[in-house]
């Protein structure tokens, strides 16, 4: 295996071409310009080897993945991706295939996406973890967010959910024989499609957004309560697909969308002047915004309280 300073120069210091980036990889910190009249968003994300994705899946696929999950996060609140730090702790046996594999996976999607190293941290650990530092920009005062849900907003998705839980069983089976990007329900766990360009279209747009990653309705409760409101979905309304329909039939795809998680499709509200602009973005228009009466559900389906046993994913 490299040693540790071996390791970061040989993987992790590419060349970065964002004129905001004034200090990258290699000193003790890095140094980022913020443009006049934007905010710097920036949110943390970690992810444990068989926990978050199978220890034994491709390490480009976990690499992308991470990133790809991180960033959903900026896409939420509607910012531009600008840069990220990686810090990664890695069983002492890694060996340098698997660094490499690894690192192009993250380079080639952080090339996809715009969005530079400028840092990060590396340590043995008896289990693999990825953590990334995402940061983007927005113009200030513009970012999106959970607590500006109004009475009488629509609630839209920005595409089908269940997806990626509904592959979970087959990817768990045999993780490393996935290889590349299909029309699979396993493509949609490896390669989830952060909505980079929708959120930025939708500042301005929405009144709240998050990204699904634990489930639709326990992500859901999170704008409820941020913003004191009810929202109502309509279960016909939800979008699933039907991949996941025909492997698992109807009800269970519909459990899964509601609850399944790693979906990392935007979940937001907005005012129904906005109806034909986020159908034309292809969004699906799945409940209203209703008043929440004292000591009320934050969230309902068709009206009635939710009887499934578990919202979302629980770390806990
Ligand atoms: N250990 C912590 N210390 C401080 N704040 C935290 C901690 N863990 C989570 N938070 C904050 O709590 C809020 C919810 O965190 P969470 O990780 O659930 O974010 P999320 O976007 O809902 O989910 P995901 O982790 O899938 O991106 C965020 O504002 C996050 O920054
Ligand atoms: C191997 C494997 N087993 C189970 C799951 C399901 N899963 C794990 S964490 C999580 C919520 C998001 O995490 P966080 O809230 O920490 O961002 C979900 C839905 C998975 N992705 N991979
Ligand atoms: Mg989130």
């Given at each position: 295996m490299l040693t540790e300073f071996e390791l970061i120069k040989h993987c992790f210091n590419w060349p970065q071409n964002n004129e905001t980036i004034i200090c990258a990889v290699g000193d003790d910190a890095s140094i980022v310009e913020v443009p006049r009249g934007y905010q710097l968003v920036q949110s943390i994300d970690t992810q444990v080897a068989d926990i978050?994705?199978?220890?034994?899946?491709p390490a480009q696929l976990i690499a992308q993945r991470a990133l790809r999950c991180a960033i959903s996060d900026l896409a939420a609140m509607g910012a531009k991706p600008q840069a990220f730090h990686l810090a990664l702790s890695l069983p002492k046996n890694t060996s340098q295939a698997w660094l490499e594999s690894f690192s192009l996976g993250l380079r080639a999607c952080a090339e996809e996406f715009n969005i530079s190293l400028i840092g990060g941290d590396t340590t043995s650990s008896p289990a693999l973890v990825v953590t990334l530092q995402v940061q983007g920009l927005v113009s200030a005062g513009k970012a999106l967010t959970r607590?500006?849900?109004?009475?009488?907003d629509d609630i839209w998705l920005s595409g089908e959910i269940g997806r990626s839980a509904a592959a979970l069983e087959g990817v768990l089976a045999s993780p490393e024989t996935f290889v590349e990007k299909d029309s699979g329900l396993a493509s949609d766990y490896f390669?989830?499609?952060?909505?980079i360009n929708l959120g930025q279209k939708l500042v301005?747009?929405?009144?709240s957004a998050l990204d699904i990653s634990d489930g639709l309705l326990q992500d859901a409760s999170h704008i409820a309560k941020a913003s004191n409101v009810c929202l109502n979905f309509s279960a016909a309304h939800i979008p699933t697909s039907e991949l996941a329909v025909a492997l698992c039939g109807q009800a269970e795809a519909l459990q899964l969308a509601l609850t399944?998680?790693?979906?990392?499709q935007l979940l937001f509200t907005a005012p129904q002047q906005a109806h034909n602009e986020l159908k034309d973005l292809n969004c699906y228009h799945v409940g209203q915004v209703e008043e929440r009466k004292a000591h009320s559900e934050w969230v309902l389906l068709d009206g009635q309280t939710v009887s499934?046993?578990?919202?979302g994913y629980q770390h806990f």
């Open positions: 978050h994705f199978p220890a034994t899946a607590d500006k849900a109004q009475v009488g390669y989830p499609q952060a909505q301005g747009l929405a009144h399944g998680g790693d979906d990392y499934h046993k578990s919202m």
